[in-house]
């Protein structure tokens, strides 16, 4: 069963080109690294959301590190841009200092870490 949270991540990720945390992002460049990156929820899971992966997304944004790079980014929807700087110091993620992009969204991940960012 693929949870809401692994969808919406995802969703991020096609709709805007906002990277999910480190587990989804080895899932979408196709890398078996991904097994040791699933956490207790996510690890009886990951046949289904490879499957959910194939079926659901389009093929551009998953299935190697190029696909994954080119697609990184892209904004797919026009979204409101929110000013990191001022929440967060300096725009850096707190966990790991990684510099959190323009395209971040409410609730995203760090491409780094998988710190999840809020506005509030």
Wanted: proline fraction near 5%; charge should be negative; include cysteine.
């Amino acid at each position: 069963m693929v949870s809401n949270t692994i969808k919406e991540s995802l969703q991020r990720w096609v709709d805007y080109g906002v990277p999910p945390g480190g587990f989804l992002l080895a899932v979408l460049r196709n890398d078996l690294g991904a097994v040791t990156l699933a956490d207790a929820q996510n690890f009886p899971n990951i046949k289904d959301i490879y499957v959910y992966v194939y079926n659901e997304l389009p093929s551009d944004c998953w299935g190697s590190d190029q696909k994954v790079i080119a697609w990184r980014g892209k904004g797919k929807e026009e979204v409101e841009k929110t000013n990191w700087e001022e929440i967060y110091d300096d725009g850096n993620c707190p966990d790991c200092s990684e510099s959190i992009p323009d395209t971040m969204v409410d609730g995203g991940e760090c491409f780094n870490c998988g710190h999840v960012f809020f506005v509030d």
